[in-house]
């Protein structure tokens, strides 16, 4: 597609549900990375795609958070047994290659805004 | 690890004016890339300038310009000729082969 879509763009869940996030990335980008943002915020960092193999999720903030990308482009958030800590704006960004070159701006989907209740 | 630091949380332009927002990082890496991101109450994260650290001259983006100092690790953005459309959150980034790390954001207000 023309951009990174993400979806759905709100979602509102009971603490204690399990959540999926969605993310497609420009077709034919190679990385995707996943970030969290607060209200008020910058981005933090959760994990790291490319292609199919997740490279880094130091950022993840627990084992209740889980990432895949399993065929290399559409990529799913999941996180389960939510609380209340978790909601925020789950933003997506894809980019061309990988390292660090011209190549490499990242693009980002809208985001989806989790509220926890 | 590298981490980014924007000290201003607000700012505030008048119309027309120019306007400075400031970052500054620390890294013991020699290749990375800079950025200023602008997030506009859509949410939308849009990239308005970059910089390649190995340049040495500042990036320009028509009214947008970096003053980028490797040194002291400092990476500015300046707005010349604010106009409304420019109120918006603005991040600092910085990204090495290890990932790409925000700053905590600069809110800029822009008065008609």
């Known amino acids: 597609g023309a951009g990174v879509s993400q979806s759905p763009r709100y979602k509102v869940a009971k603490r204690g549900q399990d959540v999926a996030l969605r993310c497609d990335p420009i077709?034919?980008?190679?990385?995707l990375f996943w970030y969290q943002q607060a209200l008020g915020q910058g981005p933090e960092f959760l994990t790291y795609?490319?292609?199919?193999?997740?490279?880094?999720k130091s950022g993840l903030p627990s084992d209740r958070f889980f990432a895949e990308r399993p065929e290399g482009s559409v990529s799913t958030l999941k996180i389960q047994r939510t609380q209340q800590e978790d909601s925020a704006v789950y933003l997506c960004a894809s980019s061309l290659g990988q390292g660090v070159t011209g190549a490499n701006v990242l693009t980002f989907g809208a985001g989806s805004r989790l509220t926890v209740l | 690890a590298q981490t980014v630091t924007q000290s201003q949380p607000e700012m505030s332009v008048q119309e027309a004016e120019t306007v400075t927002l400031s970052c500054t990082y620390d890294?013991?890496?020699?290749?990375?890339?800079l950025f200023w991101y602008k997030q506009p109450p859509s949410r939308q994260m849009i990239l308005v300038i970059r910089q390649e650290a190995y340049k040495q001259q500042n990036a320009t983006e028509n009214r947008f310009s970096v003053n980028f100092q490797k040194a002291a690790k400092s990476f500015s953005l300046k707005i010349s000729d604010s106009q409304l459309g420019d109120a918006a959150m603005y991040f600092c980034a910085y990204r090495s082969a290890f990932g790409m790390r925000f700053g905590a954001g600069t809110r800029l207000t822009v008065k008609p």
């Open positions: 890294t013991s890496e020699s290749d990375y890339y």
């Open positions: 077709s034919g980008h190679v990385s």
């Open positions: 795609f490319q292609n199919e193999a997740q490279l880094d």
